[in-house]
């Protein structure tokens, strides 16, 4: 069990003491803040500027496995008539390729991930207003995160609710 998770039970069941307060008297929700943010529309748009400005580096690695490709084809259906010299090169080449495709590739990621961070620092000022909002309207005692639980039912999922009400933002 989550350890966060297990100390808020912990907390509740001491609150509780003798029997002051009541697990029915609380209002625990679940959200994910960071799927929430992700899927707001101002989310979408600028997700979608950091595909079309990372385009070039993604299409530069498709160039580079299409490239590996041809080579491994040569090397396959050629194998028997190349000189010794010409495999080491053909492998030379592919194990370059090969390099070069993985440190793309992360290169890649770690900017996707970069773009990611940004994008929910950009919007997490807009998210906790919103939050707060429905914490105050809904009189919310505690908001857990789904990965810090086993099984909640949806109806105390407000993560759709917070993105709508985002997107009211604008």
């Given amino acids: 069990m989550n350890k966060k998770f297990a100390q808020l039970l912990i ?8 029997g002051a307060v009541h697990a029915a008297d609380l209002n625990i929700v679940v959200l994910d803040s960071v799927r929430a943010i992700l899927e707001s529309d101002e989310a979408k748009v600028l997700i979608d500027a950091a595909n079309k400005e990372m385009q070039a580096e993604q ?3 498709r160039s580079l496995a299409d490239k590996m490709k041809t080579l ?6 050629d194998a028997e008539v190349m000189s010794d010299s010409e495999k080491r090169q053909i492998q030379k080449e592919l194990e370059d390729l090969r390099i070069d495709i993985e440190f793309g590739s992360q290169k ?7 773009r990611r961070n940004e994008i929910l620092q950009v919007l997490a000022p807009k998210f906790e207003k919103v939050r707060n909002d429905i914490i105050q309207v809904d009189q919310i005692d505690f908001i857990v995160q789904p990965q810090a639980i ?3 039912n949806s109806k105390h999922d407000i993560t759709k ?3 709508e009400k985002l997107n009211e933002l604008k």
């Fill in 108 to 114: 890649l990621q770690k900017e996707a991930q970069d």
């Fill in 59 to 61: 299409d530069e690695l």
């Fill in 11 to 18: 907390a509740v069941v001491m609150a509780a003491g003798t």
């Fill in 150 to 152: 086993i099984y909640a």
């Fill in 72 to 77: 491994q084809d040569k090397a396959r259906t």
């Fill in 161 to 163: 609710r917070v993105t």
